[in-house]
Nanobody
């Protein structure tokens, strides 16, 4: 089973940018769909960006479309999340996850049973 470790979170001002990294070990990510999810206090977990690592196809929900970009580096077995024009409502713990099932849209919409998760990294958007 693949192991995932997130990094890159921290405080940022509204309108700012941040890039998160999800480094994988134990298995090549080329076999997986990788997703970034977030969970704020008192809210349900939300998928914000998902990628088919092998083909590069992506899915974004409307809430982050045009602001977030997911990408991957096969040589580093790593997935990135570039977040621009950050808003206070983007404040959450961000997790990366991996599954060999389904599609990127199904993964981001929470329709898949995802078994591999990272420990999360906190993103706080505040002035």
């Amino acid at each position: 089973q693949v192991q995932l470790v997130e990094s890159g979170g921290g405080p940022v001002q509204p309108g700012g940018s941040l890039t998160l990294s999800c480094a994988a070990s134990g298995f090549p990510l080329s076999y997986y769909n990788i997703g970034w999810f977030r969970q704020a206090p008192g809210k349900e977990r939300e998928g914000v960006s998902c990628i088919d690592f092998s083909h590069g196809s992506t899915y974004y929900p409307d809430s982050v479309q045009g602001r977030f970009t997911i990408s991957r580096d096969g040589a580093k077995n790593t997935v990135y999340l570039r977040m621009n024009m950050l808003k206070p409502e983007d404040t959450a713990v961000y997790f990366c996850a991996a599954t060999r099932q389904g599609t990127t849209q199904a993964m981001c919409n929470g329709h898949l049973d995802v078994s591999s998760w990272g420990q999360g990294t906190q993103v706080t958007v505040s002035s």
